[in-house]
């Protein structure tokens, strides 16, 4: 653990002294800090006053994350849809900072914000840029390392599948092997139809494992 910086200075007689400095208190900062629900402005767009919000709090925040990636993925899989992300960052700044109550239908939505850039525009001319700067670029992010964390997924069910694939081609090849070649596919028939001969098949493949050699189907 760092030790505290000794820091000598003049005191007012003009004698040589020594500081040992402290932690400050936060107090002082609460003074300074903007209360979140106090944080409004009001703004005008064509014949109408719009109160938006100037800065977020905490919960805001997360809230706004929230949408933006609950709007990129769709459906019950979860699939991350890159080309909504822009429209999800606009649709939560008219939801958080323009306090605009958002329809619940998605072509809905998208039509309202894609129709209204120029008040989006607006409403971010006027709220705290460092924390909407700071917002955006990080919800841009996670958005990408969301999509990098669902490319790997799928990429590694898509390995277990193959794998899955060539353990089943390993064990059936003995069986495929008492099937003459070219006739797999008459055989499936046989198969759906409950033809006699599939038992005859079965048996060969059977005969042959216990054997150790191949034999041939009827």
Known sequence: MA????????????KRTTLHPKK?????????????????TMIRWRDSAITIKTQLSLAEVFGFAVTVESLCFSGDEH????ELREFAIRDA??????????????????RIVESNLQLLQKIC?????????SLVNGTREKMHRLFELDTASAT?????????IATFQE????????IEDGAFGEFVSW???????????????????KAGTDGTSE
Not at 24 to 40: M, V
Not at 79 to 82: A, E, F, I, K
Not at 125 to 133: A, F, K, M, S, Y
């Open 125 to 133: 001319e006027n709220v705290n840029q460092e924390q909407l700067d």
């Open 24 to 40: 400050n208190g936060y107090t002082i900062l609460q003074e300074t800090a903007t209360d979140p629900n106090s944080a409004y």
């Open 93 to 110: 700044i008219m939801e958080y900072y323009g306090c605009f109550e958002m329809p619940e239908d998605f072509a809905e939505r998208y």
């Open 79 to 82: 699939v991350y849809l890159p």
């Open 191 to 209: 198969m759906q139809n409950g033809d006699e001969r599939t038992g005859k098949v079965l048996k060969s493949f059977i005969d042959a494992r």
């Open 3 to 14: 030790k505290n910086k000794v820091i000598a200075m003049n005191n007012e007689e003009g």
């Open 156 to 164: 590694a069910q898509m390995a277990n599948i193959a794998s899955s």
């Open 171 to 178: 064990q059936v090849k003995p069986f495929l092997d008492v």
